[in-house]
């Protein structure tokens, strides 16, 4: 075994060091990341030879695909965050007050522009939008949204916008933005239908990639686990349907201790159903970066079903109104493996909603770190298909 793991394991643990960037991502899971882990060497060392079955796992075992990594101490990588940073302090942030048609769509923006945006839509535009709260985070942060409408219509349906799950995708946030910025100019859609648009579901997360860790993908919810003494669940992987608890603690895909154990999900559920019982929901996006990619429901590779219709036509509608090229198909079509946990997954089966999609917004290019040009390309081709999604829904009377 002492042999065994000298011949196999200490060049897999070496090999992470020399491999050059663009060969370190072997497989992509949708929107993962790989960490160096936060302990040295010989802490690394000691956990392996203590639970010897794990890094065999993690190595080895197809299941475990979410494991990888980006090594965060590359130098191509920190030159990306450099030029990322740079650019950030161009962008005209977003303050208080500030009119909603001046927001910058060619940068990011952080959790208190968020905030002021919303604020600012619902303060210009009361007979348009009305702030919102689905609930508060693990840390205490309000989830916040907007609601667009026009006209009393009792009938109206629902459209629900959710980005910014997972927190290092800030281009996500960008996106949900211009989309409300179009619904204020062309406001046609809005008299279709009530549309809630939710920025950034996992507040805590978005604010910590902003201050400490630019590539955090989860919560920040407080585990207390010696083994891996670091927080948060992947918000994405803890809905309430298909969820498997197989992924470990420290991983970026780890999934929670039990279904809904964390608020940012249970909160966007509670207020999915109570809406769809009051105003039936036609259509759910939840947003994500990157990769050009419209994934469906069907995270559940074991059990296949076949996309049902309507989701593919609207898919199709969605990628005829891009500029971008993107690739569309379930899940497992586009991964492929097994994602447990997913949110489109749950709204589709448990909440019976017709058009469900994840848009994987960006090119592999910079991936977490689009340029400029990248970020604007991203935001009209969401807003595009949106636009187109939401038209193909009110004619077909979804």
């Known amino acids: 075994m002492n042999l065994l793991f000298i011949v196999i394991i200490i060049p897999c643990i070496l090999a992470q060091n020399w491999l050059p960037y663009e060969k370190k991502v072997i497989y992509r899971a949708p929107a993962s990341s790989m960490h160096r882990p936060s302990r040295d060497t010989s802490t690394i060392l000691k956990t392996l030879t203590a639970n010897g079955s794990i890094f065999h796992d993690i190595v080895v075992d197809r299941s475990y695909r979410g494991t990888r990594s980006i090594d965060d101490s590359n130098a191509e990588l920190s030159s990306l965050i450099k030029a990322e940073s740079k650019e950030l302090a161009r962008r005209q942030k977003f303050k208080h007050g500030d009119n909603p048609l001046s927001i910058d769509l060619w940068h990011h923006h952080d959790l208190g522009e968020v905030k002021n945006f919303i604020d600012s839509v619902a303060t210009r535009n009361p007979e348009l939008a009305q702030k919102f709260t689905i609930g508060k985070s693990s840390e205490g942060r309000k989830i916040a949204g907007l609601k667009l409408s026009k006209g009393n219509e009792a009938q109206k349906k629902s459209i629900v916008v959710m980005a910014g799950a997972h927190a290092r995708e800030w281009v996500t946030v960008t996106a949900a933005m211009g989309l409300v910025l179009k619904l204020l100019k062309d406001k046609s859609l809005i008299k279709m239908f009530d549309i809630y648009v939710i920025p950034v579901l996992n507040p805590d997360g978005y604010v910590y990639s902003w201050e400490t860790d630019r590539l955090w993908r989860k919560t920040r919810s407080n585990r207390n686990n010696k083994l891996c003494p670091g927080r948060g669940v992947d ?15 420290c991983y970026d895909e780890y999934p929670g201790r039990t279904p809904f154990s964390e608020p940012e999900s249970i909160n966007l559920a509670t207020f999915l159903a109570r809406l769809n019982q009051s105003s039936s929901i036609s259509a759910f996006f939840d947003v994500h970066s990157y990769g050009n990619e419209l994934l469906l429901p069907g995270g559940d590779c074991k059990h296949k ?21 993107f690739k569309a198909g379930s899940v497992c079509d586009i991964v492929p493996y ?3 946990g997913a949110s ?31 970020i604007y390309t991203s935001v009209t081709d969401f807003v595009h298909g949106f636009m187109a999604v939401a038209k193909f829904a009110f004619q077909h009377n979804i």
């Open 344 to 374: 489109i997954d749950y709204v589709q089966q448990v909440l019976k909603v017709p058009i469900v999609m994840s848009p994987e917004l960006g090119s592999y290019t910079h991936g977490f770190m689009p340029k400029p040009e990248e």
């Open 338 to 340: 097994t994602v447990h």
């Open 235 to 249: 918000v994405n992987r803890n809905f309430g349907y298909n969820w498997d608890s197989a992924c470990e603690l």
């Open 305 to 325: 079903s076949k996309l049902d219709k309507v989701n593919r036509e609207a898919s199709q509608a969605f990628i005829s109104a891009t500029t971008s090229t």
